[in-house]
């Protein structure tokens, strides 16, 4: 059975730093791109970044290029995203997903884990 659990989330003041986690279970890891889609209060689903099953290839939306930084230890099975000098704007709902062609047709996601950037 595949589940994909985050965490890492929290409240953190403007400028501040998370690390998230995503533990995946139940398929090859190592096989599959992943993503990172967040949700923000009141909006719809907003894709952040992804990465080959390999760690060979990173993609970003535009406006978290330096901030953001996506990873993954396949030995473990779990995806990580260092979120660098937060912004108000960023407070999510942080899910990580698995994708299926690289092309963001997933098949299973998370249940989110919440990001929350406050003073």
């Known amino acids: 059975q595949v589940q994909l659990v985050e965490s890492g989330g929290g409240l953190v003041q403007p400028g501040g730093s998370l690390r998230l986690s995503c533990a995946a279970s139940?398929?090859?890891?190592?096989?599959?791109?992943m993503s990172w889609v967040r949700q923000a209060p009141g909006k719809g689903l907003e894709w952040v970044s992804d990465?080959?099953?390999?760690?060979?290839?990173?993609n970003y939306v535009d406006f978290v290029k330096g901030r953001f930084t996506i990873s993954r230890d396949n030995a473990k099975s779990t995806l990580y995203l260092q979120i660098n000098s937060l912004k108000p704007e960023d407070t999510a709902l942080y899910y990580c997903?698995?994708?299926?062609?690289?092309?963001?047709?997933?098949?299973?996601w998370g249940k989110g884990t919440l990001v929350t950037v406050s003073a």
């Open positions: 990465m080959a099953g390999d760690g060979g290839r990173t």
């Open positions: 139940g398929f090859t890891f190592s096989s599959y791109y």
């Open positions: 997903a698995r994708d299926l062609t690289g092309w963001g047709e997933y098949d299973y």
